[in-house]
């Protein structure tokens, strides 16, 4: 197994260059940090320089190894006449740690660099009981306690705005999801105000046919006619005002039809320009059903299942690739004959974002396992390693697809 390392940022390979050759020039001109410590060579403080320079350039991708490397470069620099490049090559791998390592790393450093300051100061002036003593202490606190602490502000100071932002964008989403619950809930109540209207001039036209039809008698029929006539054109005014009030509030959408797996290329292109911000990607891949119809059930759960777990993606998920799969599986011995599945895989990295919980979160998982259920099919979703899996299998009967 071979470790992969990560090309260099193009900032760090500047900076790396810029550092040894700015600790080159002042050796060269004889500026030396420590020039009456002669228990090597001059050129000794190359050796520091020359290890410590090449970190920079994995400051990002390794901060853990850099940091290693850098104190033990920095202690061998005080062993000869020191060079000052080399110091603060190590301040700005101390930075680079906290900046980018693990959480654990980040908030761990500043303690420990305040701790070792503090026990240097200690230590120098209880050796040399001299007021000079303090300046090694400060030295100490300025070569790794400040840029410890400088990273950990930095740190913290872009965490919050990235919560900031992730908050900024669910509640940006959870208002265009209670926008459109509000839309639906008023269309559906227009429709049983339409349903119940039409009901009863529906009723009047039955009961008046059924005497017209019943009782030989021309002026009973007649009248019942004019009645049958007078409910039919109320009804029929009545359902074009509301049909029409229906088409206006959805005069800039698309007609609503019944969502099938055609629709997926949409739904996935809508979740990609949503989700590009929290630095989330929607990949449709996998067996597409094709050539011959599937039950529209079948086809209709499908899409609620995928469309779900992409709308819990953009919620939930961590930055990276969402990737949907959809494949048929074909009866024992390949004939048409019996039953088949169509296997819907949604992978999705996971993640905890920042913030309270959305109200109501559970119950989409509830809504995707009813459907998959009530088809006699079977739903599973959960945390593997880090990635959150939604897998569903909803059975395909081919006399259902003929008919």
């Given at each position: 197994m071979t470790l992969k390392i990560p090309p260099p940022h193009r900032d760090d390979v500047l900076l790396a260059l810029a550092s040894v050759a700015a600790g080159l020039v002042l050796w060269s001109l004889g500026v030396h940090s420590s020039p009456s410590r002669d228990l090597f060579p001059a050129w000794a403080a190359l050796v520091p320089l020359l290890v410590l320079g090449p970190m920079e350039l994995l400051r990002r991708s390794m901060p853990r190894v850099t940091l290693a490397v850098g104190t033990a470069g920095l202690i061998a620099d005080q062993f000869t006449v020191g060079n000052l490049a080399t110091v603060l090559i190590f301040t700005d791998l101390m930075y680079a740690a906290v900046v980018y390592?693990?959480?654990?790393?980040?908030?761990?450093?500043?303690?420990?660099?305040?701790?070792?300051?503090?026990?240097?100061?200690?230590?120098?002036?209880?050796?040399?009981?001299?007021?000079?003593?303090?300046?090694?202490?400060?030295?100490?606190?300025?070569?790794?306690?400040?840029?410890?602490?400088?990273?950990?502000?930095?740190?913290?100071?872009?965490?919050?705005?990235?919560?900031?932002r992730l908050r900024a964008e669910q509640t940006a989403l959870l208002a265009e999801m209670d926008r459109s619950q509000a839309v639906i809930a008023e269309r559906a109540r227009m429709a049983r105000e339409l349903h119940d209207m039409v009901a009863n001039h529906l009723s009047a036209i039955a009961i008046h046919?059924?005497?017209?039809?019943?009782?030989?008698?021309?002026?009973?029929?007649?009248?019942?006619?004019?009645?049958?006539?007078?409910?039919?054109?109320?009804?029929?005014?009545?359902?074009?005002?509301?049909?029409?009030?229906l088409r206006d509030a959805g005069a800039g959408e698309e007609a609503v039809a019944t969502p099938s797996l055609d629709g997926l290329?949409?739904?996935?292109?809508?979740?990609?320009?949503?989700?590009?911000?929290?630095?989330?990607?929607?990949?449709?891949?996998?067996?597409?059903?094709?050539?011959?119809?599937?039950?529209?059930?079948?086809?209709?759960?499908?899409?609620?299942?995928?469309?779900?777990?992409?709308?819990?993606?953009?919620?939930?998920?961590?930055?990276?690739?969402?990737?949907?799969?959809?494949?048929?599986?074909?009866?024992?011995?390949?004939?048409?004959?019996?039953?088949?599945?169509?296997?819907?895989a949604v992978d999705s990295p996971y993640g905890e974002r920042p913030g309270p919980?959305?109200?109501?979160?559970?119950?989409?998982?509830?809504?995707?396992?009813?459907?998959?259920?009530?088809?006699?099919?079977?739903?599973?979703?959960?945390?593997?390693d880090a990635v959150w899996r939604v897998r569903a299998s909803l059975p395909v009967e081919e006399e259902a697809v003929r008919t």
């Open positions: 390592g693990k959480p654990a790393m980040a908030r761990r450093l500043p303690v420990q660099t305040g701790l070792i300051t503090v026990a240097v100061t200690i230590a120098a002036v209880a050796w040399l009981r001299t007021p000079q003593a303090l300046l090694i202490g400060v030295v100490t606190g300025i070569v790794s306690f400040g840029p410890a602490l400088t990273g950990a502000t930095l740190r913290n100071h872009r965490e919050a705005a990235i919560a900031a046919s059924t005497a017209a039809l019943s009782i030989d008698s021309p002026a009973t029929s007649r009248e019942a006619l004019g009645v049958i006539r007078e409910n039919s054109v109320q009804g029929l005014a009545e359902m074009r005002r509301l049909i029409g009030l290329d949409a739904l996935l292109a809508q979740a990609r320009t949503n989700g590009a911000a929290s630095g989330l990607d929607f990949v449709l891949r996998g067996d597409r059903p094709s050539g011959e119809p599937l039950p529209a059930p079948v086809e209709l759960a499908a899409y609620r299942i995928v469309q779900e777990s992409v709308t819990n993606a953009l919620k939930h998920a961590a930055p990276g690739t969402v990737t949907v799969r959809l494949a048929r599986d074909r009866p024992a011995g390949g004939g048409r004959a019996g039953a088949g599945a169509l296997r819907v919980r959305a109200p109501g979160s559970g119950a989409g998982l509830i809504g995707m396992r009813e459907r998959a259920e009530l088809l006699g099919g079977t739903f599973e979703a959960g945390r593997a």
